[in-house]
């Protein structure tokens, strides 16, 4: 068992961090005491057995779960400091189940995602749409090669593709920062490591990517990984690091044996 700190610090670069933060799920305190940061650029990955306090870590990275001790900064600034639309600019959000709306067809899904021009769609107007709303929309889905189905209605889609609209949402304001809860799940291998792509391509070009994953192989694809283990942090670092025989016994009491492939560790559990 090994906290693998020091060259995870706060404080270099763009960064989204906590610093020994307490949260509570209800009565519950399900995260007690983690410190960590997350840096533009750079594929993070939450991982931990189950109720070990990730989804509630990545709430309270969002602000949507209070905060009872402890300190969440985004670029240098307590999170409360900043205004609402200004941390809804700067951090997306991915849920574990995005509701798209059914009946809407795919770009106008997206275009809720810039948070402007509300009227189009009966909900009321927050700014108006501007060349630049309709730019971001283009990007987000040209990057998520959500394009060519446009036109479609939410309900014509297979899962693969609504999580790709539901990525394409989460990216068309231009965040420094998207938290995803189990973005892969529900997806079949393919579509899986297809938003890992996705999501890879969009951290080279200076996205800061939080993702809780279960899969440890896809953890493994990750530039850090921060194990959970009962609210706690047990592990952080890299993949290599992180990833770990004695580590991975500690967390899911599973015996496992860790091969490379490709300078990745692989993760085949024993028993
Ligand atoms: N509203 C609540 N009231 C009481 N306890 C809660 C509440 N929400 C979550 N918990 C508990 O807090 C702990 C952490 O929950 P959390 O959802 O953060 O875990 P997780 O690591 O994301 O789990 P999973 O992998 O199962 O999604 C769990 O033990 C859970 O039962």
């Given amino acids: 068992m090994s906290v693998v700190s020091g060259e995870w610090s706060v404080g270099s670069g763009e960064t989204l961090a906590v610093s020994d933060v307490h949260v509570q799920a209800g009565t519950f305190p399900a995260v007690k005491g983690v410190s960590a940061s997350f840096q533009a650029g750079r594929f993070s990955a939450i991982i931990g057995p189950n109720g070990a306090g990730k ?31 200004e941390r809804s600019r700067l951090l997306a959000y991915l849920a574990q189940t995005e509701a798209l709306p059914p009946e809407t067809r795919v770009r106008d899904v997206v275009a809720l995602g810039r ?7 009966g909900l009321i107007p927050t700014r108006p749409w501007t060349p630049a709303d309709e730019q971001g929309v283009q990007d987000a889905m040209q990057k998520t090669d959500t394009l060519k189905f446009a036109d479609r209605r939410v309900t014509e889609l297979s899962g693969g593709e609504k999580q ?20 892969t799940n529900h997806l079949d291998l393919g579509y899986a490591l297809e938003v890992i792509r996705y999501l890879q391509c969009e951290v080279a070009g200076g996205l800061g990517v939080v993702a809780v994953l279960h899969d440890l192989n896809l953890a493994a694809r990750a530039d850090h990984v921060l194990l959970l283990h009962q609210g706690r942090v047990l592990a952080e670092g890299t993949p290599e690091q992180v990833l770990t025989p004695e580590n991975l016994q500690a967390a899911y009491h599973v015996r496992v044996k860790v091969l490379r492939d490709a300078d990745r560790p692989v993760i085949i559990p024993e028993n």
């Fill in 55 to 85: 989804s509630t870590l990545l709430r309270a990275l969002l602000g949507l779960s209070p905060v009872k001790a402890g300190r969440v900064e985004l670029l240098g600034r307590p999170l409360d400091g900043w205004g609402r639309a």
């Fill in 115 to 121: 948070g402007a021009g509300g009227w189009k769609w």
């Fill in 164 to 183: 790709r609209v539901a990525l394409a949402r989460a990216l068309a304001a231009g965040p420094r920062f998207l938290l995803l809860d189990e973005p």
